[in-house]
């Protein structure tokens, strides 16, 4: 249900684009991010809570609600109840869910979308690009290193639609990452900037 075209929609429309089942109060997402950290403006906020290796994101659920987001995705056990104000959306994986997300906003990108990815170089090539873009021309670069499996929706959920231009850097560590990857950005123009020792063993040829 890819009908979502911009970040101020209800979550209730968010959780019918990423197949997720709703509960809770509803309320409207501006802004998504995946660090408890960086939830600096609650209201609007998205918190998607991820299990990583060394944290889960559940944990944090608790302590951003008091500072008041009041917007989740979930795919762990979360007493609705305890947070009246709030809505969930839960799912089966919460990256699988943010990256859902990511594909649906993608078409409201009217420009070109360029892709980098490579063994190396992929951020210092992106980067030239934006040194070289042309003054007047609107250019969004994935921020830092933002080419993993969270980093890249999140970056695509970074775009206000009109960039003429939008630059995704993208980086795989396994084979089957990169059809994931390419799901969500569907670019008009891919780099590819070197594939050496690093990921050839991932490859058949």
Same mark, same amino acid.
């Given at each position: #249900? ?7 929609? #209800?979550? +209730?429309?968010?959780?019918? @684009? /990423?197949?997720?089942?709703? &509960?809770? *109060?509803?309320? *409207? ?15 609007? +906020? ?11 994101? $559940?944990?944090?659920? &608790?302590?951003?609600? @008091? =500072?008041? /987001? ?28 943010? !990256? ?12 070109? /979308?360029?892709?980098? +990815?490579?063994?190396?170089? =992929? *951020? ?8 070289? @873009? ?9 921020? =830092? %290193? ?8 999140? %970056? ?7 960039? !003429?231009?939008?630059?995704? &850097? ?8 990169? !059809?994931? #990857? &390419? ?9 590819? +900037?070197?594939?050496?020792?690093? $990921? !050839? ?5």
């Amino acid at each position: #249900l890819q009908f979502i075209r911009n970040m101020n929609d #209800l979550l +209730t429309h968010i959780a019918a @684009c /990423v197949g997720g089942a709703f &509960e809770g *109060t509803d309320t *409207t997402v501006v802004r998504v991010t995946t660090d408890s950290r960086r939830a600096n403006l609650p209201e609007g +906020t998205l918190f998607v809570a991820i299990r990583g290796t060394n944290r889960d994101g $559940h944990d944090y659920i &608790e302590p951003l609600y @008091c =500072k008041g /987001v009041r917007a989740f995705i979930v795919d762990g056990a979360v007493d609705v109840r305890s947070y009246p104000e709030a809505g969930f959306v839960r799912c089966d994986d919460s990256v699988a869910a943010l !990256q859902r997300l990511a594909a649906c906003l993608r078409d409201r990108i009217r420009g070109k /979308v360029v892709a980098i +990815t490579g063994s190396n170089g =992929k *951020t210092v090539t992106k980067e030239w690009i934006a040194q070289l @873009c042309p003054p007047g021309v609107k250019l969004f670069r994935s921020p =830092k %290193s933002y080419n993993s499996q969270i980093g890249v929706p999140l %970056s695509l959920l970074m775009t206000a639609g009109d960039e !003429q231009i939008a630059v995704i &850097e993208a980086g795989i560590s396994r084979k089957g990452e990169m !059809q994931s #990857l &390419e799901r969500i950005v569907r670019p008009d123009i891919g780099i590819i +900037t070197n594939i050496g020792d690093a $990921h !050839q063993e991932n490859f058949d040829t």
